[in-house]
């Protein structure tokens, strides 16, 4: 990936330039940013051609930094943020200004200039529902609770802050806590000689706390969502219609039935387990 600049300075006249994009020997992606190789060719070049079209204090954010930190697929539209500038926006980006962004949200990862992890969550909070992409955080350790309060109290006015801080408000309120939730889990699952399960892994682009693989029966722990939160309830309905879809069982136990009630939970796992292997 190359941009204008560096071309005039290896001697290389507009002239030519335009002509070797003519003859196919180079690929325009974004105004004065080329390719050696065809964008879908080369991996994150539509990430690389925006960087180098936006220049100096632009950082990969919100959907985009979530993708490059491994927490989400990447993005139809490159998402970036500048710093104190501005930039005339393009097809296939969405630019974000900010007039100032603290050292400590910003990271460099695969190469890349990006918001942290942290300041990722917060901005994506800002434009949808982030429990997936704060269970993966955690589930990668890129993330701990302590570090998403002090990057909301360093930008404390930003959109995502509100849902993000309700988000963490409410775990709390309900005892919920995934990792806790696994170690239960895995206790019950050998108390009841239950075969292992997969903890925390992807299906259908999706983590699951729980998944069987043999059996192809997945569990899920539901925590705060189910005290009024409608959107987390309409998205995990559509979760479990996508993974019965793909021929799962899919199993929802709650936060007290998991904490009280285990034996409950481990009937329904063997009951689950039972039907398929009849079937």
């Known amino acids: 990936m190359v941009h204008l600049s560096q071309m005039r300075a290896l001697g290389i006249s507009r002239g030519s330039y335009e002509h070797r994009i003519e003859a196919g020997a180079l690929h325009r992606v974004l105004p004065s940013v ?17 960087l180098l079209y936006a220049g100096e204090d632009a950082v990969l954010s919100h959907e985009s930094a979530a993708a490059v930190w ?3 697929a990447t993005p139809p539209l490159v998402a970036m943020t500048m710093i104190g500038r501005h930039a005339r926006g393009q097809p296939g980006l969405r630019i974000h200004e900010v007039r100032a962004l603290d050292i400590r949200d910003v990271a ?14 917060i901005d994506c909070a800002g ?3 982030v429990d997936d992409l704060l269970n993966e955080a955690r589930a990668q350790k890129l993330v701990t609770d302590g570090a998403l309060h002090a990057a909301m109290a360093r930008c404390p006015g930003r959109r995502g802050t509100g849902p993000l801080r309700a988000l963490l408000e409410a775990e709390r309120e309900t005892g919920y806590d995934r990792s806790q939730a696994e170690r239960l889990l895995r206790r019950l699952i050998k108390a009841a000689d239950l075969e292992p399960a997969l ?19 997945v569990l899920e722990v539901d925590g705060y969502q189910w005290h009024g939160h409608r959107q987390a309830f309409e998205r995990d309905r559509g979760r479990d219609q996508k993974l019965i879809g793909a021929g799962y069982i899919v199993i929802r136990v709650t936060w007290r039935q998991l904490t009280e009630r285990p034996m409950v939970v481990a009937v329904s796992i063997a009951k689950a387990m039972a039907r398929r292997s009849v079937a």
Not at 34 to 50: D, G, I
């Open 34 to 50: 080329v390719s050696l190789l065809h964008p879908v060719l080369e991996p994150w070049a539509v990430e690389t051609a925006a």
């Open 70 to 72: 491994g927490l989400a």
């Open 199 to 217: 903890h925390n892994v992807r299906i259908e682009g999706k983590q699951v706390d729980a998944v069987w693989p043999r059996y192809k029966v």
């Open 127 to 129: 434009r949808g529902d």
């Open 108 to 121: 460099i990862h695969q190469g890349f200039p990006v918001t942290s992890p942290a300041r990722t969550l």
